[in-house]
């Protein structure tokens, strides 16, 4: 096999982390990050990380609701809470100062994404203007708790 790529982190014993990992050859860059998971809100807890290397800051959408503004390449948020909504909607991450009836960089729709209590991170990747499968825009959801 091919290394190709190796960092080092010290992690914490009894902290909750995730490395997010981006780019690709020898562009490649990490970000760890610590997660919240304790959550007794009546909603959902989110954060949201920026890994699209093309694109110089995002904003990410619930409907046309804007949730978090101005996130740079290699930022997250910090995490915020939303009630759960009365009716599905999008969420879409636009490049910052595009309007929210814009074009979106990329679309997700789940029921899954705001269930009560939960704690989310909330991530956009890939690169802006590709198609193919493997690196176009994505906005992804990992459960923390």
């Not at 010290?10 to 981006?22: A, E, P, S």
């Not at 929210?100 to 690169?127: E, M």
Request: net charge positive; aromatic share 14%; hydrophobic share 35%.
């Amino acid at each position: 096999s091919v290394l190709l790529y190796t960092v080092s982190f010290d992690l914490v014993k009894n902290r909750f982390q995730t490395l997010h990992v981006t780019d690709t050859g020898s562009k490649t860059k990490s970000l760890l990050l610590d997660d919240e998971i304790g959550f007794s809100g009546s909603g959902s807890k989110y954060r949201f990380v920026n890994m699209m290397p093309n694109v110089a800051k995002v904003d990410l959408y619930f409907g046309t609701t804007l949730m978090q503004t101005g996130i740079p390449y290699l930022g997250s948020s910090s995490y915020f809470e939303m009630a759960v909504p009365p009716a599905s909607q999008a969420w879409t991450i636009r490049e910052t100062g595009t309007s929210p009836t814009s074009t979106a960089l990329a679309t997700y729709t789940s029921a899954n994404t705001y269930i009560i209590g939960r704690v989310y991170t909330t991530f956009a990747s890939g690169y802006k203007g590709q198609t193919a499968t493997a690196t176009r825009p994505y906005i992804s959801f990992l459960l923390n708790k």
